[in-house]
């Protein structure tokens, strides 16, 4: 356990606090690289605590302001449905090397690459800041696609999705931004929940001290991020956190291409 990986895990809490997302997008690279845990084990454990975290931090925004269920409960269900599968029927039969043309990957390697990817888009989502910006328009035909799509990334990478759900909220469920922000961390929450369902096998690997003080780290960081969202507009915060996330994308990338 490294005082580097702590760090990384209290940040990923406040990111959550502060943006409704973004924990797992810290969580899996500090568990690979700070705690050297194997990566499909490192998504379990980032499915488990960010699960687990939202689901807190979702209770204490519903608090402040209702969550329209109505409309958000047939992209939730959808994408619940979708990382439950994807963790228990996928995951398990994922080869231990994966061809990939005239070359061959590790699957933990693969995950990390596929990670980056997800990682850097998000980072650049953020930075834009154009996600959002058009306006809730509904559109029903595309809601089973994203909600399906977040949901089968959240069980492969054990990512909460939350930079995916928050615009396909606005823009395809039709919530105003502020509705969305809460509404994320309860499908996070859930989502995330889901995949450790979906591979409950898993969970009797994982080591029960270190899974408690990373949920005790990332409730803290949680605490100070929600702290800080009332008071400060979290625009330029989430542009830094955009840059950052960028940065991890790359060094994860080097790091498996290395």
């Known amino acids: 356990m490294t005082v580097a990986g702590l760090i990384v895990t209290f940040g990923a809490g406040a990111a959550l606090g502060l943006f409704g997302g973004g924990g797992s997008l810290l969580m899996v690279p500090a568990l690979v690289y700070c705690f050297e845990r194997p990566a499909l084990e490192a998504t379990t454990y980032s499915l488990l605590v960010v699960g687990i975290v939202s689901a807190l931090g979702a209770m204490v925004r519903h608090g402040r302001s209702q969550l329209p269920l109505r409309k958000v409960a047939p992209f939730g269900v959808l994408s619940i449905a979708a990382s439950y599968a994807m963790r228990a029927v996928v995951v398990p039969v994922l080869p231990a090397v994966v061809p990939a043309g005239p070359f061959a990957l590790e699957r933990d390697a693969l995950l ?35 909600a399906i799509g977040t949901g089968a990334l959240t069980g492969l990478l054990g990512v909460g999705g939350a930079f995916l759900v928050l615009p396909a909220l606005v823009l395809l469920v039709g919530l105003e931004v502020d509705e969305a922000v809460g509404a994320s961390l309860v499908l ?4 995330s929940l889901a995949g450790v369902a979906g591979g409950a096998r898993a969970i009797g690997a994982l080591d029960p001290a270190l899974a408690a003080t990373l949920t005790g780290t990332m409730l803290a960081g949680l605490t100070l991020g929600l702290w800080i969202g009332r008071r400060v507009a979290p625009v330029q915060v989430r542009r830094a956190f955009g840059v950052l996330t960028i940065a991890v994308a790359v060094a994860t990338a080097v790091q498996q291409l290395i």
């Open 112 to 146: 990390m690459m596929l990670f980056a990817v997800f990682t850097g888009a998000a980072g650049v989502m953020m930075v834009r800041q154009r996600c959002c910006a058009s306006g809730p328009r509904t559109s029903p035909v595309l809601v089973p696609i994203a």
């Open 188 to 191: 996070v929450a859930a989502q």
